[in-house]
């Protein structure tokens, strides 16, 4: 039985982004796959949270497709954390609804991927700007995988980009049949 | 035989009738079908039609009816996108014809004025034909159509000049009976005449026809609109007459100057029936004014001359558009579908005969000719296409150009009272285009005044609404404050144009139900976002922070928005008995009730819980007591 998986996508200017759009066209449709555009869902940022929980109680896995902004993520992102994510129904006491999970990070970034690290421009790893990320889920009883990462997403070129959509789908593939 | 009026209706409508259906079924289109009818029923064919005097005088009804729709579909607007095809392939293509065909009449031994006077004239097109067969083929939004219809206005609008100038050309004295008072006017004067002339009638179209309409609109009365806008074109025909002008001139100049009132689409969609059938009666007329015995006595020169008019002016086009970066499949075929004389060619040939300008033993035969290229048409339309997608086989076809046909509106917004004119600022701001319909005379008038371009007109009508591009449009806004108006427009909308996104104003719960019942794409209620909003400031003036209310206020939305879909599956079962109105009210109670449970509840869990640590605090402090 393969695993389900719920994709929750984040773009303020979605219009605007050839990478994002490049990644969704490659997993959108796929069967076990739930699609979720977080702006288009609460253009006004009212994040409907028992409707969240519920989608998160139906799916095996998550994924958190959004730019890197500001080496995190667009708001929206951080208040579907801040409301969704509540003591006592994804952590603390009695908080185990999702224990056992998987979540996958997704994210574009506008840096080379040289210009993450010690001797980089940006100073710091991506994994080492993922903590935060890695923390939350890790209290939520949530399995982390290493992420997903297009860099240089301005520059990348189309046949690269179609590189990178492919091999995102055959991680959410592998997420269906692996966990 | 008799030739009292209803002898003539039969003959004229029942002719048509027959020709029409004849012509459609094998493919040819109506024009030629009329013209057929004409020629069999008039006084060269079967003399059904005895008196050829009255045979014109319709037709120069029909004429000038057609010439004042011309005119008000010359936008300025409208010109001023498309100036660079009009004045490039348009106005390239009048003077290379012209000046063409008038070396082709000066070879043959006619005088150089007269040359240059049937060269002109024969270099116009047929915008009755082209674009009533464009719309019957479906090609009117294609590329191809699109260049057609440039090269058209441009020709249009050469009338103007053409019959402003012909005096100067004139080699005889013209006839009295035609030129009025003007005639014994030395030439220069006459041209003067013509100017002044086309001048009053703009100063008074400009000046007194909008405040006429709009007491007419103030009337509601459609029938009374009608009678005034052909009363308009009338009286503006008699005008140009009693100074010895062409009426067809000055309905044509009237309606470029209503072109831009917001009275377009209501003139348009009035006068439209009276077209349809006036133009079937223009082409039967002239289809009676072929000159059959002419045609009989000296075959070979009218078919030289139907073929040099069509040779030359295909010719010209073609090469222009080659010229002018059209692809060779586009350049075939414009070429064979302008290849016609055009109606102005009768209008022209008329005037220029009793101005003297153009002997009647030149202009006889060349009318004859141009009637006969009209006749051709739907052939050349044939063999253009088949000529064309031949070349499209062999040749990739360029993408087509993104350019509209005119200021086609991407929404038209029905009613544009205060919420109308709100929707309207966004989408414009945004950079979207829309067409307004507005029932109100007054309100049209006060919102012009603001310069905002809005028309009048009732949007339930589908004439109007078409004539507002509602078939181009992607969205219909539906902002009138009549509620059962609403409803009207929208039944309409869907069911003539089924491809638009209707979005509406509700003007309540029971009104948005009735929307709903209807399945359109959005709807609002009018007043339902503005309580909101003042229920949000109401919460902050009673001491909480912005942030707070705001979030109260969205969470009061959503769930009145799913009472509103739960409470319409109960509306909707039932009908107007007095059952299904205590089943409503019971429920409406309960769902009353739910709602009040629901915010307290939702007070209590408040979606800021992440933010309020209650349950946190609480687990934090147990623990350190644990330890």
């Known amino acids: 039985m393969p695993r389900s998986v719920l994709i929750l996508f984040a773009h303020p200017a979605y219009h605007r982004s050839r990478a994002n759009r490049a990644l969704v066209d490659a997993v959108q449709g796929l069967e076990g796959v739930t699609f979720h555009d977080l702006y288009e869902s609460y253009p006004d940022l009212m994040v409907d949270v028992p409707r969240e929980q519920e989608l998160l109680a139906e799916h095996d896995a998550v994924v958190a497709q959004h730019p890197f902004y500001w080496y995190s993520a667009p708001a929206l992102i951080k208040e579907w954390i801040d409301l969704v994510l509540t003591h006592g129904w994804a952590y603390g006491e009695g908080g185990t609804a999702l224990t056992g999970k998987t979540w996958l990070s997704a994210i574009t970034s506008g840096g080379s991927e040289d210009s993450y690290g010690p001797s980089g421009g940006n100073r710091f790893s991506v994994a080492e700007f993922m903590r935060p990320f890695e923390a939350t889920v890790a209290l939520c009883h949530m399995r982390w995988l290493e992420p997903f990462v297009v860099h240089a997403s301005h520059l990348v070129s189309q046949t690269e980009l179609a590189d990178a959509a492919l091999s995102y789908r055959e991680r959410i593939l592998a997420l269906q049949r692996d966990g | ?627």
């Open chain 2, 1 to 627: 035989m008799a030739h009292d009026f209803l002898t003539q209706a039969f003959v004229f409508l029942a002719a048509s009738v027959v020709s029409v259906l004849i012509a459609s079924r094998l493919g040819l289109g109506s024009v030629l079908g009329y013209l057929v009818a004409g020629a069999l029923i008039g006084p060269f064919g079967l003399g059904f039609v005895g008196d050829p005097e009255s045979v014109m005088h319709a037709a120069e009804l029909g004429v000038v009816i057609m010439l004042f729709l011309i005119g008000l579909e010359l936008e300025p607007a409208l010109l001023w996108r498309l100036r660079t095809a009009i004045l490039g392939l348009g106005s390239a293509q009048v003077a290379v014809s012209g000046l063409t065909l008038a070396g082709v009449g000066m070879l043959f031994g006619l005088d150089w004025r007269i040359a240059v006077a049937a060269g002109f004239i024969l270099s116009l097109s047929s915008t009755a034909i082209v674009m009533q067969s464009l719309r019957e083929k479906g090609l009117a939004a294609t590329d191809f159509g699109r260049a057609a219809f440039s090269v058209l206005l441009f020709q249009d609008l050469a009338v103007i000049p053409m019959l402003a100038l012909f005096p100067l050309l004139a080699t005889a004295p013209g006839s009295e009976a035609r030129m009025g008072p003007l005639a014994s006017l030395p030439a220069w004067a006459q041209t003067i005449a013509v100017f002044a002339a086309v001048g009053a009638v703009v100063l008074v179209g400009r000046l007194l026809t909008r405040p006429m309409f709009r007491l007419i609109a103030r009337l509601r009365l459609n029938e009374i609109f009608t009678a005034a806008a052909l009363a308009l074109v009338a009286g503006v025909a008699l005008l140009m007459q009693s100074v010895g002008l062409s009426p067809a001139l000055g309905a044509f100049v009237a309606g470029v100057v209503l072109a831009d009132s917001e009275y377009r689409h209501e003139l348009q969609s009035d006068i439209e029936p009276f077209r349809a059938l006036l133009l079937g009666l223009f082409f039967i007329s002239v289809g009676a004014g072929i000159d059959i015995p002419l045609i009989v006595a000296r075959p070979l020169l009218i078919l030289a001359l139907v073929a040099g008019l069509v040779v030359v002016n295909a010719a010209t086009l073609y090469v222009l558009a080659r010229a002018f970066g059209r692809p060779r499949p586009d350049a075939i075929m414009i070429a064979l579908a302008l290849a016609q004389g055009g109606e102005f060619a009768f209008v022209l040939f008329a005037f220029a005969q009793t101005g003297g300008v153009v002997p009647g033993s030149v202009a006889g035969p060349l009318v004859a000719a141009v009637a006969l290229s009209r006749a051709l048409t739907p052939l050349l339309f044939v063999l253009g296409s088949h000529a064309a997608s031949a070349l499209a086989d062999s040749v990739t076809r360029e993408a087509p150009a993104d350019l509209p046909l005119d200021d086609r509106p991407h929404a038209v917004i029905a009613g544009f009272g205060r919420f109308g004119q709100i929707v309207h600022r966004v989408l414009r701001a945004n950079g979207y285009s829309t067409s307004i319909l507005e029932h109100s005379a007054d309100q049209v008038e006060s919102v012009r005044s603001f310069g905002n371009k809005a028309n009048y007109g009732d949007a339930s009508r589908v004439d109007l609404l078409r004539a507002a591009g509602a078939e181009d449009a992607k969205l219909l806004v539906v902002a009138v404050d009549n509620q059962a108006k609403a409803l009207e427009i929208v039944e309409v909308a869907q069911k003539h144009f089924s491809h638009l996104k209707i979005l509406a104003r509700a003007f309540d719960r029971s009104h948005a139900y009735e929307l709903m019942k209807r399945n359109i794409d959005a709807i609002e209620r009018e007043t339902f976002e503005g309580a909101l909003r003042l229920g949000s400031v109401a919460l902050r003036a009673l001491g909480w922070g912005a942030h707070r209310a705001e979030r109260a206020a969205g969470l009061f939305r959503r769930h009145d928005e799913r009472n509103m879909r739960s409470m319409f599956e109960i509306w909707g079962e039932g009908d107007d008995s007095a059952e299904y109105r205590s089943a409503v009210s019971a429920r409406r109670a309960m769902v009353d009730e739910m709602l009040r449970r629901d915010l307290v509840t939702h007070q209590v869990s408040a979606p800021d819980e992440a933010w309020d640590t209650q349950s946190l605090d609480a687990e934090v402090e147990r623990r350190t007591r644990a330890k």
